[in-house]
């Protein structure tokens, strides 16, 4: 988008073109993190996957970056907006740390500057299309928080993006409780994570699970899930529907 603006100057006003880059609609994205508190931290879920349109034309993506010592980021939507927000965190990490005081930032302080950071954008009618989930461990507390495209902000005890949101949070109220271990905190995402690969065209069968505790980050190699595809709804979806074809 192009667009023209004056500039005033001691010979009168002269046009100038400026460039205005907007993502005015997201190409590259991908689809749904899940992240819930288990009795040592955080884990979340994510697949691989980065969808061009409707086409799944990367299947590679890391969409869950460590942030500082205590943090973990993870992002539903625009690949590229996703890798601009990356970059606003190095600075600020960087700027951390020139400090030298001993002192770091933990999870909330990084989800605070990222609803900033949303909301300043969205502000500008320049949004970064994503969701993002932040969650970490800093002096033995748990912190776990989503933000919208657009700056709205919670926390909660599990929380998930994009069909995430519809289809894996009802299990995730059901089924979670605060002293899960490793083990069925990671069957617990895994559940979900088949769920929505079931019924989200975008959604890849390649997961990777991220892990942070207070000792630090630790991100598992991706693998794929054991599924099953004959149930009598996915052989013949249309019986029994009336006007279907």
């Known amino acids: 988008m192009t667009f ?62 460590a942030i500082g010592k205590h943090s973990l980021l993870g992002a539903s939507g625009e690949i590229s907006d996703f890798q601009e927000i990356l970059r606003y965190l190095d600075e600020l990490i960087l700027n951390d740390n020139m400090w030298a005081d001993g002192n770091s930032l933990g999870p909330k302080e990084v989800h605070n500057y990222l609803t900033r950071v949303m909301y300043n954008r969205r502000n500008k009618f320049n949004p ?38 519809h289809l894996a949070r009802p299990i995730l109220r059901d089924e979670w409780h605060e ?41 598992y190699e991706p693998y794929s899930l054991k599924t099953f595809w004959e149930f009598s709804a996915f052989t013949n979806p249309t019986v029994g529907a009336e006007g279907s074809w």
């Open 4 to 65: 023209t603006i004056p500039i005033e100057n001691g010979n009168g006003v002269k046009d100038a073109e400026a460039d205005s880059q907007r993502t005015l609609y997201p190409y590259v994205t991908g689809t749904s993190v899940v992240a819930i508190k288990y009795k040592d931290g955080i884990l979340m879920a994510s697949d691989m996957g980065g969808s061009y349109g409707s086409t799944l034309r990367y299947k590679n993506i890391e969409r869950v970056k």
């Open 128 to 165: 970064l299309w994503n969701t993002l989930v932040l969650g970490g461990v800093k002096n033995g507390e748990k912190y776990l928080g989503m933000v919208s495209m657009i700056g709205v902000s919670f926390e909660d005890n599990h929380v998930a993006t994009g069909f995430g949101n």
């Open 179 to 219: 002293d899960l271990s490793f083990e069925d905190g990671v069957k617990l995402l895994e559940k979900c994570m088949r769920v929505l690969l079931y019924r989200d065209r975008s959604a890849i069968n390649k997961l990777q699970i991220s892990k942070m505790t207070e000792e630090g980050l630790t991100v």
